[in-house]
């Protein structure tokens, strides 16, 4: 079983910048691709992005993409998402996520996602 901790959230103007972390444990961490999420209020949760296994490959929901970048340190056991240019609209809470099997490609489901963090709150003012 992996343990995640997601780090980083906080409170940014529009226009502004924050760097999420998320610390792995327990398990092979550079073996699995991951993804980060988020859950607004009242909404369901939705996928943000996900980096391959070796940090090769990204993929980025449509609204983040030129915004947002994933990234991954696997000698860290860490995995990053760097938001710039924030809008009120990106206010949710963050979640990091691995996938469940090993070697996967990256993937933009939740269902593929094995183990959570419990998230970090971001909040963008207008």
């Known amino acids: 079983q992996v343990q995640l901790v997601e780090s980083g959230g906080g409170l940014v103007q529009a226009g502004g910048s924050l760097r999420l972390s998320c610390a792995a444990s327990g398990r092979t961490f550079s073996s699995y691709a991951m993804g980060w999420f988020r859950q607004a209020p009242g909404k369901e949760r939705e996928f943000v992005a996900a980096?391959?296994?070796?940090?090769?490959?990204?993929y980025y929901e449509d609204s983040v993409k030129g915004r947002f970048t994933i990234s991954r340190d696997n000698a860290k056991n860490t995995v990053y998402l760097q938001m710039n240019s924030l809008k009120p609209e990106d206010t949710a809470v963050y979640y990091c996520?691995?996938?469940?099997?090993?070697?996967?490609?990256?993937?933009?489901?939740?269902?593929?996602?094995?183990?959570w963090g419990q998230g970090t709150q971001v909040t963008v003012s207008s």
């Open positions: 996520a691995v996938q469940g099997l090993k070697w996967a490609v990256p993937s933009f489901r939740i269902s593929d996602f094995g183990s």
């Open positions: 980096i391959s296994w070796g940090g090769g490959s990204t």
